[in-house]
């Protein structure tokens, strides 16, 4: 198992332009990005579910580690 981040970015319904990320960190069993990629859309529709006033306009799965890292 491996920690992934599922980066989200989301807007405020009433002011559409008001955006920021949200950062999500789980576990999956084959700890890869294309493992996130597989899982994601989900994830996303339930996060979205209980955040009824953002709306996800962009997501990317990263590995915790990597973030931060310049290359």
């Known amino acids: 198992m491996g920690l ?34 597989m899982q994601a859309q989900p994830m996303i529709a339930q996060w979205a579910g209980e955040h009824p006033s953002l709306r996800v306009t962009r997501w990317r799965c990263v590995l915790p580690e990597a973030e931060g890292k310049k290359i």
């Open 4 to 37: 992934i981040q599922l980066v989200l970015t989301v807007c405020a319904l009433a002011q559409p332009s008001v955006c920021e990320e949200r950062r999500l960190t789980y576990s999956i069993e084959s700890g890869s990005l294309f493992g996130c990629m």
